[in-house]
């Protein structure tokens, strides 16, 4: 993240001290000065560029057209630079191809271990210099070499109200558990399942006649609109995360 390591520069050349760097349009920089917190427009400094986002699939990718659609409009704040699956023949990797964009596919099988997998994926993210990776329906863990250059960067949105229903199968869980309200998460990434520090959740009802597809169609709705409207707002407004709680925007 070279631009933002330069505002950072700035003002540590200044006396001030960053409090957290985490704009990936670089638009809001927080900055510790003494006695006070000061929020610095980094357009004076004519670093603010498009958020360069990699997503990741494994699926059809309706969060990703999601994504693509918001993308078009150029106040939206976002690029979507490349997208890379698990598999083959993923909806997901032909939507991407449909409009010309770079593709990956890296599979865990192709690999001697899973370490392995996991420098390959990395490799193949980091060449398109992402601000943000988002997985959307990407069903795979990744690793430690992953989450050391993408850590905090790292998106998943899961279609369960986190902590409840980890895991992938969010909506049967939920319906077989009994639950009034599901919904989906959108959280920062960590080591654990779906244990990462969250973003944003949105609930839907569970009806008396749901089954799995229906709960699972109603939650994709709502998740898809919730993806587009954070990873924005993440994009144009920076976020901040202490210990537990996310806060996006200035
Ligand atoms: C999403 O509901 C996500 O939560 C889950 O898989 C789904 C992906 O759907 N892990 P799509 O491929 O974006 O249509």
Request: aromatic share 6%.
């Amino acid at each position: 993240m070279a631009r933002v390591w330069a505002v950072e520069t700035w003002h540590v050349e200044r006396g001030c001290e960053p409090l957290w760097i985490q704009s990936p349009r670089a638009v809001w920089i927080t900055v510790r000065q003494p006695g006070s917190l000061s929020m610095v427009d980094a357009h004076r400094l004519g670093r603010v560029s498009v958020c360069r986002v990699v997503v990741l699939v494994s699926g059809g990718g309706s969060n990703l057209a999601a994504l693509f659609d918001a993308a078009a409009d150029p106040a939206y704040g976002v690029e979507i630079v490349a997208v890379g699956a698990d598999r083959h023949g993923t909806g997901g990797v032909e939507l991407a191809c449909a409009r010309g964009l770079h593709t990956f596919v890296e599979r865990v099988s192709d690999y001697e271990d899973r370490a392995d997998w996991d420098a390959a994926l990395t490799a193949a993210c980091a060449e398109h210099e992402p601000d943000l990776v988002v997985s959307a329906g990407f069903l795979k863990i990744c690793g430690p070499r992953f989450l050391a250059e993408f850590g905090g960067r790292y998106l998943n949105t899961h279609n369960s109200l986190l902590p409840s229903f980890a895991g992938i199968h969010g909506p049967a869980d939920a319906l077989a558990y009994g639950v009034k309200l599901a919904g989906a998460t959108l959280f920062v990434v960590d080591e654990g399942v779906d244990t990462g520090v969250i973003l944003a959740q949105v609930a839907v009802p569970v009806e008396d006649d749901d089954d799995v597809d229906t709960l699972t169609e109603r939650i994709k709705v709502a998740e898809r609109a919730q993806l587009v409207d954070v990873v924005g707002r993440m994009a144009r407004e920076g976020w901040t995360i202490e210990g537990r709680r996310a806060r996006i925007g200035a």
